[in-house]
T-cell receptor
């Protein structure tokens, strides 16, 4: 149990376009989902926390107008990178939790390349 | 603000050695401490989760301990194998995780 999927696994887009990444909890209802990004040879950095039906909470330094997060249901959160630039190229990973005190279950990640 | 540090940053050992990876965190008010491995270009594989009320967890050749008072966790790997080569990450926090800087492990055959 506790499987989280992400789609797509890889995406290449042109500079200036927008890209949507989906994160789904397949066998449980996720009260909270988290979005992380990871640059090459670096650790994961938390971008934002999203709760179903409410606005996401962004970490300091993360542009909320650039990284749009929607958590429309208890099993789906989406991250949209708007007007993507090459510096947005990164590995994006989501996680989901049933409860704030429970462990986080991580998706397999999405590798975004902006050309 | 929680800060998580892992030592060493990189480690290379011959096959069969027992080894210890260290994780330090600055804020002891955590819910969980979780250890992951990450293979190059891949996502995270959860290894062990220690809840704040627990002191250690074991899974096969892995044992993780947690000392909240000193802000430390260790991951012990027994009888290391080349397949253990990966980056190991610890993460701690309350409802949101802060990840450590990682330890890149290479086990030589």
């Amino acid at each position: 149990g506790a499987v989280v999927s992400q789609h797509p696994s890889r995406v290449i887009c042109k500079s200036g376009t927008s890209v949507k990444i989906e994160c789904r909890s397949l066998d449980f209802q996720a009260t909270t989902m988290f979005w992380y990004r990871q640059f090459p040879k670096q650790s994961l950095m938390l971008m934002a926390t999203s709760n179903e039906g409410s606005k996401a909470t962004y970490e300091q330094g993360v542009e909320k107008d650039k990284f749009l997060i929607n958590h429309a249901s208890l099993t789906l959160s989406t991250l949209t990178v708007t007007s993507a630039h090459p510096e947005d190229s990164s590995f994006y990973i989501c996680s989901a939790t049933r409860d704030r005190a429970y462990e986080q279950y991580f998706g397999p990640g999405t590798r975004l390349t902006v050309t | 603000k929680q800060e998580v540090t892992q030592i060493p940053a990189a480690l290379s050992v011959p096959e069969g050695e027992n080894l210890v990876l260290n994780c330090s965190f600055t804020d002891s008010a955590i819910y969980n401490l979780q250890w992951f491995r990450q293979d190059p270009g891949k996502g995270l594989t959860s290894l062990l989760l220690i809840q704040s009320s627990q002191r250690e967890q074991t899974s096969g050749r892995l044992n993780a301990s947690l000392d909240k008072s000193s802000g430390r966790s260790t991951l012990y790997i027994a009888a290391s194998q080349p397949g253990d080569s990966a980056t190991y990450l610890c993460a701690s926090g309350t409802y949101k995780y802060i990840f450590g800087t990682g330890t890149r492990l290479k086990v030589l055959a």
